[in-house]
């Protein structure tokens, strides 16, 4: 956007309908990426100058200008991140990770930009409608978060925190992924393991076979491995990676947190992360971990139980469980217990017809209608490309780019390509995903919908009036709810069965589907425990900062895991997730709770029925960020939301 750009013509920009973006040939790739970059970021600073200038003369037009300024910055980091993972050509990739950098350096110039700062602060709400009023209290909550109305020495200091925080930060993740261990065992002791994988791991020179930490090799193992020692040394092994270099990293990790969330006026780091999301609060995060660790007891003594009975078969005497035997006593009772051959199950989820039922299911959920948009520019083959419309009105454009290759991006995401701005541009999104061109197990089914309910959510909140509240805009850990809902359709027999069909046709057995679903809820009290154990280690290290990490992880297992710690470990060292989530591991496990209260209000035997499908469609998802969702859940649900469907299902 150029600097002589007025007013008017903005009106004007906001009139036209939005057109999709037009992706480049692949020869353009690179240079189109620093130009969307560049345009992208000139138009932040001259949003950042006219803002200083005073060239705003209400409230509501300093807004506008910010916003616009924020789609800018937006829209370049959007195409930065995803072509910095999807791209086939190098340069491309790494165009898009410069651009990725510029964008955080211009972002946290202008968080401490104190002097824009103050021209928010003399805004006046009183003459904002209720959306804008939010759009400005949020601004603000982000400056002060960031330290910017402190006085120099204190945002001196701040500065130093975070620079000394992405050092830590990357040192911690460093030595977990440099840090991996390997053992050496002797190829008879490997009975149980598959013959692919057995094929795959040679003997060495020196008549033995070398394991890594990695997970190709130590899920397998944990899995099949009938020699109880060599899943001790792996399960040692694994636990130990990071140890000892990351404990002093953590514990500095979490005294700055601490130290930084004091300086912007927070009692604990716990509240200051807590404060931008639906749980409000660091000390009601202990409260759910309780209250999920109290509903999950039951199921998982039980469950426990059936481990704890079949490892007695083979070691008699056995008084407890643990992260040895765990996992493949686990494989060992789902394959003795429960019908469910995985081999015939995914002769039923053939790619080609998956996608298309996938798409079949949501049209007829929401109403949409997905239109192959052929001549659409795509950055590698495989990629298609939708145009999405609801009664009539194009809302956007996705693309699914779901198998892998080399270089590309290798877990399962949804990227954003633009934000869906009312009246400025259409909102686009792309699914990334890794999955096989033939079969599919049942596992790639369901990330592929939970991942498309994160997809449609981008499209379906895209005619915001303000930027910040488009598309996947609400509390972080609310943003998980929609994804683990649209699972549920991924369970369904009767869903399934109108595209899960095999070579003869033949339609996947409701008794099936229910023996996987029985297989599946196998378990998922002990789990729950685990995921609580975790969730408290997040929680409490940023809380208490202890001394003796190892002593506080032993304390906090046994209060909540319902397996025994494995002496001589250290797990919180490869435990990445303590700096990506901090304190807010939880977050997960607060999203299925509001995805299964949620999921409540569908009919389960008529997962399609329109009513509720589109009251869902209109009040959870087309408000993207514009409310709280605590407020549009009690919307839809015509309450607050509860545990009692979470508890329901755990007991199940
Ligand atoms: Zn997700």
Redesign the pocket.
């Known amino acids: 956007m150029s600097d002589q750009m007025s007013d008017q013509m903005s009106d004007q920009l906001h009139a036209q309908s939005p057109t999709p973006l037009t992706l480049p040939a692949a020869d353009d790739f690179a240079a189109w990426l620093d130009r969307r970059c560049a345009d992208g970021l000139a138009s932040t600073r001259d949003a950042v100058r006219r803002l200083k200038a005073g060239e705003a003369s209400t409230a509501e037009q300093a807004l506008r200008i910010w916003d616009t300024g924020m789609i800018g910055m937006a829209n370049a980091a959007a195409v930065g991140s995803l072509f910095s993972e999807v791209h086939p050509d190098e340069a491309v990739r790494d165009r898009g990770d410069a651009a990725v950098q510029e964008v955080q350096k211009l972002g946290t110039e202008l968080q401490l930009d104190r002097e824009l700062y103050d021209v928010f602060a003399a805004l006046d709400a009183a003459e904002l409608d209720p959306e804008a009023a939010r759009l400005l209290d949020k601004t603000l909550l982000d400056f002060r978060r960031s330290g910017v109305d402190r006085d120099d020495a204190t945002r001196a200091r701040i500065k130093e925190i975070n620079e000394q925080l992405t050092l830590v930060g990357q040192e911690f993740g460093k030595n977990i992924r440099d840090g991996k261990r390997t053992i050496s065992v002797a190829p008879a002791r490997l009975a149980g393991l598959p013959q692919d994988w057995l094929d795959a791991h040679p003997v060495g020179d020196d008549g033995l076979v070398t394991l890594t930490t990695d997970y190709p090799d130590a899920i397998p193992v944990r899995t099949f491995c009938h020699d109880r020692d060599v899943r001790r040394e792996m399960v040692n092994a694994f636990l130990n990676v990071g140890w000892p270099a990351n404990e002093p990293l953590l514990r500095e990790l979490f005294e700055l947190r601490e130290e930084l969330a004091r300086l912007v006026g927070y009692d604990t780091w716990a509240d200051y992360d807590a404060g931008v999301k639906m749980i409000g609060k660091g000390v009601a995060i202990p409260e759910f971990i309780d209250r999920i660790t109290e509903a999950a007891t039951e199921p998982a003594e039980r469950d426990r139980d059936i481990l704890l009975a079949r490892l007695r078969l083979d070691h008699p005497g056995a008084e407890a469980i643990d992260g040895v035997d765990v996992v493949y006593y686990e494989e060992l009772v789902r394959k003795e217990q429960y019908d469910v051959d995985a081999q015939v199950v995914r002769t039923y989820f053939d790619f080609s017809r998956v996608r298309a039922g996938l798409l079949e299911v949501t049209s007829r959920l929401f109403d949409l209608t997905y239109t192959p948009v052929d001549d659409a520019v795509v950055w590698h083959p495989d990629v298609t490309a939708y145009d999405v419309t609801l009664g009539g009105e194009t809302l956007g454009r996705i693309y699914l780019d779901l198998h892998p290759r080399e270089n590309k991006y290798n877990h399962a995401?949804?990227f954003t390509i633009t934000d869906g701005v009312a009246g400025h541009q259409q909102p686009e999104g792309v699914l990334v995903c890794n999955f096989p061109k033939g079969l599919m197990e049942h596992d790639d089914v369901v990330t592929l919908f939970?991942?498309f309910?994160?997809l449609v959510h981008h499209i379906l909140a895209g005619r915001a009036t303000w930027s910040r509240f488009a598309g996947v805009a609400t509390e972080w850990d609310f943003?998980?709810a929609p994804?683990?809902l649209l699972e549920e359709w991924a369970w369904d027999a009767g869903v399934l069965q109108t595209f899960a069909k095999n070579a003869e046709g033949e339609p996947i057995p409701a008794d099936l589907v229910a023996a996987m679903r029985r297989a599946d809820d196998f378990g998922k009290g002990y789990m729950a425990r685990t995921q609580m154990f975790y969730a408290a280690m997040s929680y409490w290290f940023h809380t208490d900062l202890p001394d003796d990490l190892t002593e506080a992880t032993v304390s906090l297992q046994d209060r909540y895991s319902m397996f025994r710690y494995v002496e001589d470990t250290h797990m919180f060292s490869g435990f990445g997730h303590l700096d990506g989530y901090s304190s807010g591991y939880y977050t997960y496990m607060w999203s299925l709770v509001i995805a299964k209260d949620l999921f409540s209000a569908f009919d389960p035997d008529d997962l399609f029925a329109p009513e509720v499908a589109h009251r869902y469609r209109d009040l959870i998802l087309a408000p993207g960020g514009t409310r709280d969702a605590a407020d549009l859940v009690q919307d839809f649900l015509g309450r607050p939301y509860t545990f009692d469907a979470y508890g329901e299902w755990l007991a199940r």
């Open positions: 995401a949804q939970h991942e309910g994160h943003v998980e994804s683990q």
